[in-house]
């Protein structure tokens, strides 16, 4: 085995969401200093297959930023180049003369190549044959349970948004372009950024978040998860308020891009009779908010 083989370890997977599940993958497969390459598949294979697929959690752009804060290179794998009908020995054995890698690290429910035919017990037959070891990971577990994308999925719905940070061991983020909106925030004297991103959005609410402006700066902020049911049935959205000086923070106009992250969870979304009343939750809402963020420092 050449010396550049025993230092390149592959995992493999759709990885959405690189949870405590895909970190656990990430860290076996860099130890004894190799270096890492992820393999993930973009979009989700499911979707070109024609079937019903969920928002998923992240990005590309996301996704690969924490691959790579997880130290690995980053491999896109486009499931529309054919991939899908591969059959699953030649799918791994491309894969391997590509990159040579001389590890291979998967969990347990690792399914490749055409309809779904490779399994982890394969995998382990053909790694000797092709000239890598295998490592299936079993499942990380949290409160009991399996830590899945779709678990994740159902916390943010559910409004546990503490199980969800939980999950993917850090705050949950969306990232988007500012779309311009009806300006009710800066008539209400709380001036808004308004996301509508293509990553799922955690169940209506108010939210403490932290802001992650251009230029890469992070400030304080709170957010509002929901339809404005005060003003009739909108779009559904994410609409960001941050705590600092608005003029001296945030840009203007429409088109920028912000990451939201979300921290805790302040209250559901309820609808107020009236304008006004609605201004006096808000008020309420962002001291609970800057005391959340004071409690932090």
């Known amino acids: 085995m050449t010396e550049m083989n025993s230092q390149r370890a592959m995992v493999i997977g759709v990885l959405d969401g690189v949870h405590l599940g895909h970190q656990a993958l990430l860290a076996r497969a860099a130890q004894d200093g190799a270096k890492v390459l992820a393999s993930a598949f973009y979009p989700h294979p499911k979707s070109v297959l024609g079937h019903t697929t969920p928002l998923p959690l992240t990005t590309w752009r996301t996704r690969s930023r924490e691959l790579r804060k997880q130290g690995a290179r980053v491999i896109r794998l486009d499931p529309r180049s054919g991939l899908l009908e591969t059959p699953a020995f ?47 990971l079993e499942d990380v577990q949290v409160q009991g349970e399996r830590v899945s994308s779709s678990r994740i999925r159902t916390a943010l719905a559910d409004a546990d948004l503490d199980l969800a940070n939980a999950l993917l061991g850090r705050p949950y983020e969306i990232l988007g372009r500012v ?119």
Do not use: M
Not at 105 to 130: K, Y
């Open 179 to 297: 779309r311009a909106g009806q300006q009710r925030g800066r008539i209400l004297g709380t001036p808004t950024a308004n996301l509508h991103p293509q990553t799922i959005l955690p169940a209506d609410g108010v939210y403490v978040t932290s802001s992650r402006l251009p230029g890469g700066r992070s400030v304080p902020s709170v957010s509002f998860v929901g339809t404005n049911p005060t003003f009739g049935q909108e779009a559904r959205k994410c609409e960001t308020h941050v705590l600092s000086d608005p003029k001296e923070a945030v840009p203007e106009g429409a088109g920028w891009p912000l990451q939201v992250a979300f921290q805790s969870r302040v209250r559901g979304a309820v609808r107020f009779e009236s304008p006004e009343a609605l201004q006096q939750q808000i008020h309420h809402d962002l001291e609970v908010a800057r005391q959340h963020h004071a409690d932090r420092r």
């Open 90 to 136: 030649d799918f791994i054995r491309d894969l391997h003369q590509r990159h040579r890698f001389s590890r291979l690290v998967v969990g347990e429910d690792f399914r490749f190549g055409h309809r779904r035919s490779g399994t982890a017990t394969l995998l382990q037959d053909l790694g000797p044959q092709l000239g890598f070891e295998v490592h299936v």
